[in-house]
């Protein structure tokens, strides 16, 4: 069960593996596009392509989608960024369980963004764990756990690819070892655990009164989605990439101080945050260097968190 390119790996693992994968459940076709054309998700698409039966249910409480993933008699249902929270009928169907891969290293980051809260956060290692799920919110039982490292110029879309490889690889050892009878699960300290809650577009608006370090990681976190953006007059700008710089600025947090070469440096709450790639309003993603090209933005003018 998965939906979006993450999930994609863990299936293809799936396949690649000694067990048979008897069918996949997906969110159903979504209208994308201007043209709002009805779109399968990625991981359908890989179901296809390799032959397996594809379940796409509206709800997934109906008799209906109930009986039809039952007649498929899984041993196991592996789930991987699926966006549905799985009903205990579900839970219970499969005699050896259902089993998660997240994003994080539980307990940290139990939610749906783990991988953005992570670059959000200015973490410098995140990871992928599998996991007995529960009704809880990824507070199952942990099977097995991996680091991976996070650069200091990751984005969660760069990072999000190679948790993704992991995660399928072990998904494929975590299911090998619980047919061995070699793995056995440990509770996570519920103590310990830590939210990574649903981004909304909202959460990309900048707040120039934050530091330069953590607008930084916030610009990283949130590309490529929702995109971190700000307003010079009434023009929305989205910031593609950005780093901090130390410093006191004697203007306002939002205001451009200077422009070099390569970058548009702009006073924050402590420090100077460097735009070196941008997206003005109706215009692509450029960098700073191709902007100035054509543009003189003077200093002084300054950035703000409202279109007002």
């Not at 392509?49 to 249910?57: C, E, S």
């Not at 310990?192 to 976190?221: C, F, H, Q, Y």
């Amino acid at each position: 069960m998965g939906t979006p390119e993450f999930a994609v790996p863990s299936l293809n693992a799936l396949v690649r593996s000694d067990d048979q994968v008897v069918g996949v459940v997906t969110q159903p076709d979504r209208p994308k596009g201007r043209g709002h054309t009805l779109t399968p998700s990625p991981v359908k698409l890989a179901a296809q392509h390799a032959g397996i039966p594809v379940l796409q249910p509206v709800k997934i409480k109906t008799t209906e989608f109930l009986n039809a993933l039952a007649e498929w008699k899984p041993d196991v249902i592996a789930v991987t960024a699926f966006g549905r929270i799985l009903p205990p009928t579900v839970l219970a169907l499969p005699p050896k369980g259902c089993i998660n891969v997240h994003g994080s290293l539980l307990p940290k980051y139990r939610g749906a963004a783990p991988v953005q809260w992570a670059v959000i956060n200015g973490d410098t290692e995140t990871g992928i764990t599998t996991m007995l799920m529960d009704e809880g919110m990824d507070t199952g039982a942990m099977l097995l756990q991996e680091r991976l490292p996070i650069a200091p110029d990751d984005t969660a879309g760069t990072l999000a690819p190679r948790l993704a490889e992991l995660g399928g690889r072990l998904l494929a050892a975590t299911i090998a070892q619980l047919k061995a009878g070699t793995l056995t699960p440990r509770a996570q300290d519920h103590s310990r655990a830590t939210m990574a809650p649903l981004l909304k577009k909202e959460d990309g608006l900048i707040d120039w009164s934050m530091s330069a370090r953590v607008l930084a990681n916030r610009v990283r976190g949130l590309t490529p989605w929702p995109g971190a953006y700000t307003f010079l007059d009434r023009d929305r700008w989205t910031i593609w990439r950005a780093s901090a710089a130390p410093g006191q600025a004697d203007g306002n947090p939002g205001t451009i101080v200077r422009m070099t070469p390569h970058s548009i440096r702009v006073a924050t709450g402590d420090g100077f945050l460097d735009l070196i790639e941008i997206q003005p309003a109706n215009s692509k993603r450029m960098t700073v260097a191709q902007y100035l090209a054509g543009h003189s933005p003077t200093a002084g003018q300054r950035f703000s968190s409202g279109n007002a």
